[in-house]
């Protein structure tokens, strides 16, 4: 269905094909708002307060002409940015500025008809700092029908929209639950949980408002690649987290990798990365971007001097990379390569999937960009792909118009889950974190382990980084065997409460033998080049009990 430009001001709009207002009744004192809790929690535009007027008693709606004043247009435009993925620049046209009495006011056709000078403003507002809208202003908005048409109301003085964003929550465990869902949402019902809308597409009452949409006067979803409700909310309460003013959710941690390095580092452009690092990411920087003439730099996670030469000698768009690492959790001082990066005009991106936006908070850091593969903490339950970018509104949109052409669409079904997984994210990251640094501390102790992998051990690398820049560590640890490859064969075998697979981040813990996982492909000399040795063990811990995953290492170490 086509989504009203004005959803909250007639509820039923988005619910009827062919709506009717005949005998609205009247309102007063009707919407109490509660603060907006994200840079994209201001849906509810109108105030406190709703009056509908009806002439003689009844009023048709049928076709009815929405008269907004001044300022209202940024702040309408702004919100549909961020909410209507298939709109890169979104703006509403205000048919009038002042009500019927005022002859010097623009016709309503009038105003319609220069969009050309609508979406210059707009093209101007979309630089501009976001801020959060509606929720936290002061302001009466009134419905008033004069001859058949409807005018909004509100006070002429030019809003002023707050510098900082009021909330009632103090943490992340609360935004976890409520961010994008309590306080508004692009979905019209009283279900406590996220509706999903299962559909490819979305229709218009006639050509009319198809119109009005194609020149960018009405706000809708149009197509399910560019955009659906349930994955519009999933967005935004990765935003609120993150502190981001947009995110782009998509079908897979890679797809959001792939078109994020399409979408910002141009033909024949250069980018830096790191040495630790995914291995599909590395293959598709070392393999498939050279096709478009994209060449890399590539240099150790803490090696800064490496950074400042590659950006005085290449011409750098782009700085990816993880942190911490896979499989060695190594760590970026992000806010360092954010200042040496930005004073050459590069751009940073950090993949945090390691970290999740509870332990590390990569934009505040500096960053332009933070990405996670959605399908690990996230998600957190082992059922659902997803991958997402968050960042300015700006970057953001360059990354989605691709997304739009390439496709990797979210699925609304697996949007749902990665809501479902998030209420939990704060609960299950305390029991990771807390699991993960005790078994650190257990298996650096232990005879039969030669080295441990984790950045809250002080014999971590970048022990001092992390602390500076992590409130955890995350629930992964890689350490090495005391042994071969077929002694740490048998220590993960006799392993009963992990499974065996590829992934991290979910409530079952999973351990795996990078050579034999990741790197099986390769000859033993070739895995050396990357570190991966015959006896690394990368284990992700889930929240089962300390003390039975405790036993179950204990008694698999005395296999060996």
Known sequence: MAVSSCPRVFPSFQCRSDPDFSGAPKTSGGWERKPSQSHSQGSRFFGRRLNSASTQGTASFQGIILRFPPNFVRQLSTKARRNCSNIGVAQIVAASWSNNS??????????????????????TAATEPIAPIGDDVEKQVDLNVNNGNVELGIDE??????????????????????????????????AI?????????????????????????????EYGRYGNPTTVVAEEKISALEGAES??????????????????????????????C???TRIFIETILPRMGIKATVIDPADVGALESALNENNVS?????????????????????????????????????????????LALGADLVLHS???????????????????????????NLHHVIGGALNPNAAYLILRGMKTLHLRIQQQNSTALRMAKLLEAHPKVKRVYYPGLQSHPEHELAMKQMTGFGGVVSFEVDGDLDTTIKFVDSLNIPYIAPSFGGCESIVDQPAIMSYWDLPQSERLKYGIMDNLVRFSFGVEDFEDLKADILQALETI
Do not use: W
Request: glycine share 6%; net charge positive; hydrophobic share 40%.
């Open 374 to 400: 959605a399908t690990k903490y996230l998600g957190g339950h082992n059922d659902v792909l997803a991958g997402c970018i968050s960042g300015s509104l700006k970057l953001v949109t360059e990354v989605r």
């Open 318 to 362: 782009l700085f990816f990379t993880e942190s911490p690492t896979n499989p060695f959790l190594r760590c970026v001082d992000i806010k360092r390569v954010s200042e040496l990066c930005h004073r050459k005009g590069a751009l940073v991106c950090i993949d945090g999937t390691f970290a999740t936006p509870l332990n590390q908070k990569a």
């Open 247 to 276: 995110t782009l959710i998509m079908a897979s941690g890679m797809c959001a990798s792939t078109v994020l390095l399409m979408a910002l580092v141009p033909a024949g452009g250069h980018l830096v990365t790191t040495t630790d």
């Open 193 to 221: 949980t996220t509706p999903v809308v299962n559909t490819s597409a979305y229709f218009f009452n006639n050509t009319a408002q198809l119109i009005d949409f194609k020149e960018k006067r009405r706000v809708s979803f």
């Open 157 to 190: 003085k030019e809003v002023v929209l707050p510098k900082t964003k009021p909330s009632i929550f103090s943490s992340d465990a609360s935004l976890t639950i409520h961010a994008g869902e309590r306080f508004g949402r692009g979905i019209v019902t009283d």
């Open 102 to 123: 005022n002859p010097s006011s623009p016709s309503t056709a009038a105003a319609a008809a220069s969009s050309s000078s609508a979406a210059a403003a707009a093209a």
């Open 278 to 280: 995914y291995r599909k």
